[in-house]
C-alpha cells in the first residue's frame, strides 16, 4: 500500500488549499483515511479523518469550522479542503490509512500503518 500527498504550498492567511492523498495497493473499503500534521519543533497531531464506508468523519478541535476532509471513490483518493488558513496551521500534513479503526484510535498516529510522504503548508500573516 502506497500512498502519495500533494497540494501543499505557501498561501496568505485566510487562503485555502488543496491537499490530495492518493491511495495505491488496496482498493479502498473497509478503511480509514487520516490527516495529520507536524509543525517545527511539535509532535505529529490529528487533523481529521475519514471512514470509507459510510464516510463518517472526525477533526481536530483547531479545525472544525475550516477545513473538510472527503473522498473520491473513483479515484482512491482522500481529499482535506482547507480554508481561512492561519499562520499556526503551517506544518508539514502527512495522509495514513489503515483498515477500520475504533473512534479512540482514530485520533492517534500510532494506530495507523500506512504513510504518505508529508506536503508542506506553510501560512504567512
Known amino acids: 500500500v502506497q500512498l502519495q500527498a500533494s497540494g501543499g504550498g505557501m498561501v496568505q492567511a485566510g487562503g485555502s488549499l488543496r491537499l490530495s492523498c492518493v491511495v495505491s495497493?488496496?482498493?479502498?473499503?473497509?478503511?480509514?483515511v487520516a490527516w495529520f500534521r507536524q509543525a517545527p519543533g511539535k509532535e505529529r497531531e490529528f487533523v481529521a479523518a475519514?471512514?470509507?464506508?459510510?464516510?463518517?468523519?472526525f477533526y481536530a478541535d483547531s479545525v472544525k469550522g475550516r477545513f473538510t476532509i472527503s473522498k473520491d471513490n473513483a479515484k482512491n483518493t482522500g481529499l482535506l479542503q482547507m480554508n481561512s488558513l492561519k499562520p499556526e496551521d503551517t506544518a508539514v500534513y502527512y495522509c495514513?490509512?489503515?483498515?477500520?479503526?475504533?473512534?479512540?484510535?482514530?485520533?492517534?498516529?500510532?494506530?495507523?500503518?500506512?504513510w504518505g510522504q508529508g506536503t508542506l503548508v506553510t501560512v504567512s500573516s
Open positions: 495514513a490509512a489503515h483498515t477500520y479503526l475504533i473512534v479512540s484510535a482514530t485520533y492517534s498516529a500510532q494506530h495507523y500503518d500506512h
Open positions: 475519514i471512514r470509507w464506508r459510510g464516510g463518517h468523519t
Open positions: 495497493g488496496v482498493t479502498l473499503n473497509n478503511h480509514v
